[in-house]
């Protein structure tokens, strides 16, 4: 299906491609739907692009790659929600913003999606020990002078 | 604003499906609990605060992505290609 993306124009997905949140995440009620894009060649991040709002659209990365003990705990009502049969299907990630010059990944609500029935949920952790704005890297100069 | 009085163990409804119950309370502080359909999240308003601004920080992300730092490429240690 083709989609419409203030970033990248016209973008072609697949379905297989898509996720949905009924729930929404916070400061989006529009958007329901969203696509998982491909964002660089080294397959660290990704772009989560709205299908409702070509606007919006969130760079995101697996929390594992950065955090090698990240783990959540995943409540019954959140795995219920998910529609979840098996561990497996989980995926989780984390959006990724930038302050100053600092790349930080939101560790304290990461979205997680059934893989096999591509349902997602903005959770809410309850380990107080992750921040919403967990410190990932430096953002040097050269990167920022290309930021429009 | 409604604003009702309620004791320990007594309910609020809204709408249909969703139950308000005061659960205990103690000096300043009142414990609640939520029953409410799996579509309706409920979360402490200063955390959904703090979700809902990193969200959209997050949303408008500007830059060029293949320029960010990888995994492990912590600060000064970064190859420049």
Avoid at chain 1, 6 to 14: E, K, N
Avoid at chain 1, 33 to 47: G, I, K, P, Q, T
Avoid at chain 1, 63 to 80: G, N, T
Wanted: hydrophobic letters at 45%; aromatic letters at 6%; a negative charge.
């Amino acid at each position: 299906m083709r989609i419409q993306s203030v970033r990248f124009g016209a973008v072609d997905v697949d379905a297989s491609r898509v996720v949905e949140f009924p729930a929404r995440l916070p400061g989006f009620p529009q958007s329901r739907r969203y696509a998982l894009l491909w964002a660089d060649a080294r397959e660290v991040f990704w772009w989560l692009q709205s299908m409702d709002e070509a606007g919006v659209c969130f760079l995101v990365t697996d929390p594992a790659l950065w955090v090698p003990d990240y783990s959540i705990d995943l409540r019954p009502e959140d795995a219920r929600r998910l529609e979840l049969r098996s561990m497996e299907d989980l995926a989780v990630v984390a959006t990724v913003a930038r302050h100053g010059d600092r790349l930080t990944a939101n560790l304290r609500s990461p979205l997680v999606f059934n893989a096999a029935t591509r349902r997602g949920v903005q959770l809410v952790l309850g380990d107080e020990s992750w921040s919403v704005r967990h410190d990932l890297a430096s953002v040097e100069m050269p990167a920022l002078a290309g930021i429009a | 604003m409604l604003v009702l009085s309620r004791q320990r163990d007594q309910t609020v409804m809204i709408g249909d499906e969703i139950e308000i119950t005061v659960v205990d309370i103690r000096g300043d502080r009142v414990r609640l609990g939520f029953k409410a359909p799996a579509q309706v999240p409920v979360h402490r308003k200063e955390v959904y605060e703090s979700i809902r601004r990193e969200n959209q920080r997050a949303a408008g992300f500007r830059g060029d992505v293949s320029q960010l730092p990888g995994p492990g490429e912590s600060d000064g240690e970064r190859e420049t290609a």
